[in-house]
């Protein structure tokens, strides 16, 4: 869709607007990044939650700076490491998978129980933002784009929708919504990523839509993964020293599993506990080339172990 940079602007924004609409809830994971600023940004009487690990993380300070400038009712929970550390077979349970993105689903995990204990029913995320509008770095550097974005669009899944069906909390994704995908994808490329001051920008079109709707600071961050936001990442230092190099060198011999490090045969060690044997591939699946389980045809990485080699087909 190569139009008038005005006309993509106006129906961007209206677009946008109308699918937080049809997507209100309750309250918002806020993490005070681009995505769930804008949401909230669109939303009224909507409860923020922002979750971080002790004191790590950036977080805190962006959800904090965009409350104030959104007038947002904000929560922001301080967990500590053992805690965190703690929800993590409750995670694994839920999600059927040893994948070493947890700490970012811990993350998500522990926001909605903190959105449940509060009585909220519902939760909106900015689920699907980075994945329509390029933000993440590492999509500026692929040779086919095009081919690996239509693929990516039909294997695209959020663990926050199925942690909260497990809480009982209704999802609401607007990034997500079908009226505003169908309009978004058709964006072309270039209004995706571009360079701006100098600098090439992932989700560009996004920034310069909503200029003056949030303060710059907020529009023109840098993509902070949710696990690194929040702190989450430091938990991947406590669980490899919770694995000796003995443990991790009998577990690559004992299991028929391709170990990435100490961490990915710690999760594994309590998906056998709280979820049993890996799933044998059904008619019509691949399988997966590190832990044996089946992946539908179409799917990017393995669902139960994180495996991520599918992903480098369409590069």
Known sequence: MKKDEKFIFRELKRRFAEAVS????????????????????YSTN?????????????????????????KLDHYHRTVKIDEAIAAIPEVIKILRSFDPAIPNDVTACLGLKCAKDMGLKSMMTGDGSDEIFLGYDFMQEKKDLKTYLDRMYRTMRFSSNEIGENLGI??????????FMD?????????????????TCGKWILRKTFEGVLPQEILWQTKRPL?????????RN???????DKEFEDGKKNFPIKFWNKEHLYYYRIY????????????????????????????????????????????
């Open 22 to 41: 049809r997507n209100r809830a309750e309250g918002i994971l806020f993490s005070g990044g681009l995505d769930s600023a804008l949401v909230a940004a």
């Open 46 to 70: 909507c409860r923020a939650i922002s979750i971080g690990l002790e004191s790590y993380g950036e977080d805190q300070y962006y959800a904090e700076k965009a409350a104030k400038f959104l």
């Open 170 to 179: 209704d999802i609401k994704q607007p990034f997500l919504d079908k009226e």
């Open 183 to 199: 309009f978004s994808q058709g964006i072309d490329v270039d209004f995706k990523i571009r360079k701006e001051n100098g600098k």
């Open 227 to 235: 696990e690194h936001g929040s702190g989450m990442t430091e938990l």
């Open 238 to 244: 406590v669980i490899e020293s919770k694995v000796s």
């Open 272 to 315: 056998r506990e709280v979820v049993g044997e890996i799933p044998a591939p059904e008619k019509g699946q691949k399988i997966c080339d590190c832990c044996g389980a089946g992946m539908a045809l179409n799917d990017f990485h393995c669902k139960t172990c994180g495996d991520v080699l599918e992903w480098k087909e369409v590069n």
